[in-house]
């Protein structure tokens, strides 16, 4: 019941970012609503749509008061409802994001966790333990934070345990038992309003001090169980980053980011923020065309062996917390070849709002919400107000980006020619044609400059580089169906070129 997500193109909406429905400056779900029409044009299947729960929004949602309750700047339940439903009547299906390792230090358990030294919901100490973050209740000692200090992490339990540092329950203790309950209570309540699934926010940090994630694994493959039997239309993906892991751990799918492995960095990472990992010299996608795809080959030959076929690797142009396609010097030029590669390979294809317009991470901006990082790493320059049409958006979450010649979805979607038409191109032709999509073979001919694969009765060849590039293979004997400064096997720089084998 879940085979829609086979051939499945997601879209990842930033609720504050997208559309604004009563004129206050925030995103809402009546302004997605009455952007969907936009959504079904350009033919996405689902959208997975960031925490649009009560929250104090220290972390912009992913700090949830309330698990049940749309935030008020959002709308309502009723809201949600209709969104689903409206959605469903344009083939649209509407995933949520399940925050499942840490709570609000503002939700109601862990205020009265701060305050009864019996309570097991959280992970606590009598005292004060590197890490850990000083009671802000009566209760003494200290809790485990799971990303900032005020998301508190939800007890799961520990994968080894231990009698000097008594914090460390097992997974089976009576605190993680009623978490783990909690997971299905809370997933029921959306499912049953009509919700197709949930994006789970950092689904490999359940369990802790889990060697290989073995524990966490074995949480989700029994959650992954019960919604088989309980909620069988419904789908789970994670933000694991490992797929070879997540998904033989109960996920259907797990989205390749910049966090864990290189997949994703070696493809798009060209630098536009600086962060702790190591740095990728240079990205395939990149105009030196000084990388190559053997990085993200490797990982994801690895991964689909491991999946065997039981669920799928997502690969999203961007998200919310990392750079956009359009970063640092790689302009919208450059992005028809990484969306040719991107919706005909057999990954599960994501796009993060406003990438299909080629709009730009736009650095510089304040901290919002918990945006930033660290002084080099703000995610604001990707979380800004969707760019509708040449106005200013109505969205005031964040300053738009300032470049006068910023892209907007009115003008591409009159102009034939533009990225926009190019993106939905692509996903009618992948729908059209199996052979393109998650379930059809590859045969990968050339993994350089340009890049050229074989997906059935299809030949695809990209050029990510500036320079103009030929694959040393016989020029292929068919047709040009899409493409553009292709010639055989030769391409112009960032030309791409799908043809029709004969
Ligand atoms: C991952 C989310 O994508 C990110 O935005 C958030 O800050 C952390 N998890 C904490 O929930
Ligand atoms: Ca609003």
């Known amino acids: ?112 966790a701060a305050d009864d030294p019996s309570d097991d919901r959280y992970i606590w100490s009598d005292g004060q333990v590197t890490g850990f973050v000083p ?27 231990d009698p000097a540092e008594p914090w460390r329950q097992p997974v089976d203790a009576e605190g993680p038992r009623r978490n783990r309950q909690e997971l299905r209570d809370i997933m029921t309540h959306w499912i049953d309003l009509g919700v197709s699934g949930f994006r789970v926010d950092m689904a490999a940090s359940l369990v802790k001090d889990d060697p290989d994630r073995a524990e966490t694994a074995k949480l989700w493959r029994e959650l992954r169980g019960w919604i088989d039997h309980r909620h069988p239309q419904a789908v789970l993906l994670s933000e694991w980053s490992d797929p070879k892991v997540a998904v033989p751990g109960g996920f259907h799918a797990d989205f390749f980011l910049h966090f864990s492995g ?32 053997e990085d993200f080959l490797a990982e994801w030959r690895e991964a689909v062996e491991a999946i065997d076929g039981s669920g799928h690797i997502s690969l999203p142009t961007s998200n919310h917390d990392w750079p956009r396609l359009a970063s640092g010097a790689r302009t919208a030029e450059q992005l028809r070849a990484a969306y040719t590669f991107l919706l005909t390979w057999p990954t599960l294809p994501a796009i993060y709002y406003g990438d299909e317009i080629g709009m730009r991470y736009v650095p510089g901006l304040p901290d919002v919400e918990g945006s930033q990082i660290t002084p080099d790493y703000n995610r604001a320059g990707s979380r800004t107000p969707m760019q509708w049409d040449k106005a200013d958006p109505a969205v ?65 060849a990209v050029n990510p580089g500036a320079a103009p590039a030929a694959a040393p293979i016989d020029p292929p004997r068919g047709r040009l169906i899409f493409g553009a400064g292709a010639e055989g096997a030769r391409l112009d720089g960032f030309g791409y070129a799908i043809y029709e084998l004969v």
């Open 262 to 293: 290189m997949a994703f960095r070696s493809l798009w990472d060209n630098g536009a923020v600086k962060t702790r990992w190591a740095k990728v010299e240079s990205c395939f996608f990149d105009a030196a065309g000084l990388g190559s795809p």
């Open 396 to 460: 005031t979450y964040l300053p738009a980006d300032p470049s006068p010649d910023r892209p907007n979805v009115a003008d591409q979607r009159a102009d034939p020619g533009s990225l926009l038409h190019t993106v939905r191109d692509l996903i009618a032709l992948r729908r059209a044609n199996p052979e393109l999509g998650t379930s059809g073979e590859v045969e990968v001919l050339h993994a350089g400059y340009p890049l050229v694969y074989r997906r059935g009765r299809f030949l695809v």
């Open 135 to 161: 009671s802000p209740g009566s209760r003494p000692g200290s809790y485990l934070p799971n990303f900032f200090s005020f998301q508190p992490a939800l007890n799961f339990g520990y994968a080894r345990t």
């Open 1 to 112: 019941m879940t085979d829609w997500l086979r051939d499945a193109v997601l879209y990842q909406i930033y609720p504050q970012s997208f559309a604004d429905g009563n004129g206050d400056g925030i995103g809402d779900l009546a302004g997605l609503e009455s952007r969907l029409e936009y959504l079904a044009w350009l033919g996405v299947d689902a959208v997975w749509l960031n925490p649009c729960f009560d929250s104090p929004m220290g972390d912009a949602g992913y700090d949830v008061r309330d698990y049940r309750t749309v935030d008020r700047r959002y709308g309502t339940q009723d809201d949600m409802v209709r969104l689903v439903e409206s959605a469903r009547s344009k083939g649209i299906r509407v995933l949520l994001d399940l925050v499942a390792g840490h709570t609000s230090d503002q939700h109601a358990w862990f205020r009265a």
